[in-house]
């Protein structure tokens, strides 16, 4: 049984039958079905219907931002900031699918020599709960646009946000079959991966849920995007403007109430700008307004389920037991009813913990920042460097030559500096190390799962060959 339950109030929403066998069959046998006719399609007609997925998610916005605000806790302000991300997605494939598309050519001693990119067919997309519509819509969008057919397996705990996906697919036009949600238990997972009938899998989750994925379809010699956990450093030099500084920190670690991948989970600083910088951020993330979601005024709300709650709070202690001290929060927060039950957490910072503590090897997923002095760009480099993910990195510095080291040796999948790390469809998302493999958005993300065929035509048709001379007797 699938459950979408509030983690506001810990209320039980509604509950799913998971899909029978008979059932998952028939959807596995319509994808299957449609990835041999749906690639046959105009692209033009892909694209109307990527527009129309756009025009539907515009009048759909607070229907929508509600049932992502009830299923999984974040702001009303949050989810709509979602869905407006996702309808740029879906306009920047429409726009320029033709000529992300277009065959590359190659001059060769060849009459003509290209490459051309093909749909695989059908991909499994495995997608987390913390943002339950901008993961699908970030794999969906360059996916259909391509001629490949999708299937998703969303996390349980968004049934709801799954199934209104679907349908806006299915009213958007877009043939039956080309895109299902798929509601089954984690077990029954690994039969649709090993199906003959899916060709690649991708994974946004969790290193463990990565493993897994990655075991299975390897066995089977299918191909694997993965976009995995994140522990990114928000570094801050001297030649850093504070006050913007500050105020970019707060939302880098607090953004999706402190669960995303991508937020900033360790902060650090150059010892002459620590103290301002410290109190500054401490002050600030003090202020923020932590209740109910679906209040304008609310910046903070639960963290998505109680499990996610117990693990941050464990966190906490594990980084005061290191020698960590707690400049602000650090406790699990208790509202009123009808929030008593809520998954509520204080936003927390904490100094002092040493590098080589196993907590600083952690992803954090909450509103928890680890503060860290350095006394050199080396020393930060070094520090930012020391961790199992490499996902993204933001830097603060004013400095032309520090921007150019930070950029060239961050081992990440994105530098941003002076500004927020943040995906866009424009460019390529993903990381190193166990931060995953693979890339999403932008041509990189449209083309991982394509077949980049290459073809070679000798000579042009109609083309006069050389006559052999002939002898006459």
């Known amino acids: ?251 880098a670690r607090c953004q999706n109430n402190g669960q995303s991948c991508i937020a900033a989970k360790r902060f650090i600083l150059h010892d002459s700008i620590y103290e301002p910088f410290t109190r500054r951020f401490t002050a600030a993330m003090a202020a923020q307004r932590v209740g109910d979601p679906t209040q304008p005024t609310t910046q903070l709300g639960p963290l998505a389920a109680p499990r996610f709650l117990e693990t941050l709070l464990t966190q906490i202690e594990a980084c005061k037991a290191a020698g960590g001290t707690v400049l602000t929060g650090g406790e699990r927060l208790h509202l009123p009813e009808p929030l008593a039950s809520g998954n509520f957490v204080q936003p927390t910072v904490i100094a002092g913990v040493p590098p080589t503590a196993d907590i600083v090897k952690q992803e954090t997923f909450g509103p928890l920042a680890l503060l860290f002095k350095v006394s050199s760009i080396e020393e930060a480099i070094t520090l930012a460097n020391d961790t199992p993910y490499g996902l993204g990195a933001s830097v603060w510095t004013n400095d032309l030559t520090e921007q150019q080291r930070f950029v060239s040796d961050l081992q990440c999948g994105a530098v941003f500096v002076n500004a927020l790390v943040a995906s866009d469809p424009r460019l390529p998302f993903g990381g190193i190390k166990k931060s995953g493999y693979g890339r999403e958005l932008a041509a990189a993300g449209m083309k991982e799962f394509m077949n980049a065929k290459t073809v070679i035509v000798a000579e042009r048709p109609g083309t006069l060959r050389p006559q052999p001379t002939l002898f006459e007797d």
């Open 1 to 251: 049984m699938i459950q979408s339950i509030n983690p506001a109030t810990n209320e039980l929403l509604k509950t799913f039958p998971a899909l029978t066998p008979e059932q998952l069959e028939l959807r596995l046998s319509l994808a299957a079905d449609a990835a041999r006719t749906y690639p046959q399609l105009r692209l033009d007609q892909r694209m109307f219907w990527m527009r129309r997925l756009a025009m539907l998610l515009e009048s759909d916005t607070d229907e929508l931002a509600a049932t992502m605000t009830a299923e999984m806790g974040k702001t009303l302000t949050a989810a709509r900031e979602e869905i407006a991300k996702c309808i740029t997605a879906c306009r920047f494939y429409a726009e320029n699918a033709a000529s992300l598309l277009a065959p590359e050519h190659v001059a060769t001693q060849h009459a003509e020599s290209y490459v051309r990119y093909d749909p695989l067919g059908v991909i499994l997309a495995i997608m987390p709960w913390n943002f339950p519509l901008w993961q699908v819509f970030r794999f969906l969008a360059p996916a259909l646009m391509a001629g490949n057919v999708a299937l998703l397996k969303h996390a349980p705990s968004v049934p709801q946000c799954a199934l209104a996906i679907e349908t806006l697919v299915r009213r958007a036009g877009f043939p039956r079959g080309s895109f299902q949600t798929l509601l089954i238990e984690t077990e029954q997972v690994e039969a649709v991966i090993a199906d003959p009938r899916i060709a690649a899998i991708t994974l946004t989750g969790s290193e463990v849920a990565g493993r897994a994925v990655a075991a299975q379809a390897g066995w089977f010699l299918k191909k694997t995007v993965l976009e995995l956990g994140g522990s990114d450093p928000f570094l801050v030099m001297r030649s850093a403007d504070i006050i913007t500084a500050v105020d970019t920190a707060v939302r």
